[in-house]
C-alpha cells in the first residue's frame, strides 16, 4: 500500500514526540530507561497512532485492539503514546514513579489504557496469547499487539509462548520484535548468542517480517500485512538503534537505564525538537 508523505511524516514526528516525552519523564538525576525507549519510540507511535483501535474516554471499550509491552522497563513509552493519544493528561508524565501515583515505574493495572502488569521480562507474550486465544473463542476481531524486547528473548517462556501460539494459529497476535542488539549489560550477541531470529519464530510457526524499525512505511506496511495475514501469528523483526535520536545515547549500553546530567537532559531535548 502507498502511504502519504504527510501520514509518514506525521506518525515520524509523533516518533520524536513520544522520545521528548520519555525525556521530561525521565528528568535530570534519576535513572530512567532512555535507550530501549528511543528503539521502540517509532513502533509504538506506528500501532497508537495509525494502527490500533482504541477509544480513550473508554479504556475499556470492547472494540479495542491490546497492547501489551512485554519489555515493561519502558513503561515511559508506553505513558507518552497513552498521554498523546488522550488517555491522560501529559501534564503527568514527569510525575511517572511518584510513590502511589498512577504513573509506576514498570505498567501495572489500574492506569487507563494499560491492559497487564508487565515488567518482569519473559511473560507478556504469555498473556498476550491468552488473550488471542480468549477473543477467538468469542469470535471477535480485536487483535493483540506484543512488544518484546531481544534481550528480553534469552527468557524461555518467550519461546513457550511462540510455540504454542504458533501451533494455535493465533493470526489474531502479532509480536513485534524490538532488536536493537543491546540489553542491560551487554551486547545481545555476546551475553547469549541466539544466532538467527528470523529462522527460529519461522520454526516456531509463525509469519516473519524483518523491517528497520525506524523506517515508518517499512513498520506500516509491516503492521498492515501482519492483520491481512491468516493462519500463523506474525512476528516483526525491528532492527532497530537503542538510543535511537539522541546522539550520545546511540548504540550505548551505559544509556541502558541512566540518569541524566542537566547538560545531557537538554542537548537530548535540543536533538529531538
Ligand atoms: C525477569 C527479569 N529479569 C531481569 C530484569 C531486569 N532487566 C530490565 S531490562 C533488562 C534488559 C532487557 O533487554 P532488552 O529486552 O533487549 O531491552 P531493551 O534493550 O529493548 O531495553 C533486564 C535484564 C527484569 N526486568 N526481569
Redesign the pocket.
Known amino acids: 500500500m502507498a502511504y502519504s508523505k504527510e501520514l509518514l511524516h506525521s506518525l515520524e514526528e509523533k516518533g520524536k514526540i513520544l522520545r521528548r516525552d520519555c525525556i521530561r519523564c525521565i528528568g535530570v538525576g534519576v535513572a530512567g530507561?532512555v535507550?530501549?525507549s528511543c528503539?521502540?519510540a517509532d513502533l509504538v507511535a506506528a500501532l497508537y497512532f495509525y494502527k490500533m483501535k482504541y477509544d480513550p474516554k473508554n479504556p475499556e471499550w470492547d472494540g479495542r485492539d491490546y497492547f501489551l509491552l512485554s519489555?515493561?522497563?519502558?513503561a515511559i513509552l508506553q505513558y507518552a503514546a497513552l498521554a498523546e493519544a488522550g488517555f491522560f493528561p501529559v501534564s503527568d508524565l514527569p510525575r511517572c514513579k511518584e510513590i502511589g501515583f498512577y504513573l509506576q515505574g514498570h505498567p501495572h493495572l489500574g492506569t487507563p489504557g494499560i491492559e497487564a502488569g508487565t515488567?518482569?521480562?519473559?511473560q507478556g507474550l504469555s498473556l498476550g496469547s491468552g488473550m488471542a486465544i480468549g477473543l477467538k473463542l468469542d469470535r471477535k476481531p480485536n487483535r493483540v499487539y506484543v512488544l518484546v524486547?531481544?534481550?528480553?528473548m534469552d527468557?524461555g517462556q518467550i519461546w513457550e509462548a511462540a510455540m504454542s501460539s504458533g501451533a494455535k494459529k493465533l493470526d489474531n497476535l502479532c509480536a513485534i520484535i524490538?532488536n536493537?542488539g543491546?540489553?542491560?549489560q551487554g551486547r545481545?550477541a555476546d551475553r547469549l548468542d541466539q544466532g538467527d531470529i528470523s529462522a527460529k519464530w519461522r520454526a516456531f510457526g509463525w509469519n516473519v517480517i524483518e523491517i528497520d524499525g525506524h523506517n515508518m512505511e517499512q513498520i506500516l506496511t509491516a503492521l498492515d500485512e501482519a492483520e491481512k495475514f491468516k493462519g500463523k501469528p506474525t512476528a516483526i523483526i525491528a532492527h532497530t538503534i537503542?538510543g535511537k535520536g539522541i546522539s550520545f545515547a546511540e548504540n550505548q549500553v551505559g544509556y541502558?537505564?541512566r540518569a541524566l546530567t542537566q547538560e545531557e537532559y537538554d542537548k537530548a531535548l535540543e536533538e529531538l525538537s
Do not use: I
Open positions: 530507561h535507550g530501549g528503539s521502540s519489555k515493561g522497563h519502558v515488567g518482569s521480562l519473559g524486547g531481544d534481550g528480553e527468557e524490538d536493537n543491546l540489553q542491560a545481545t537503542k541502558h537505564n
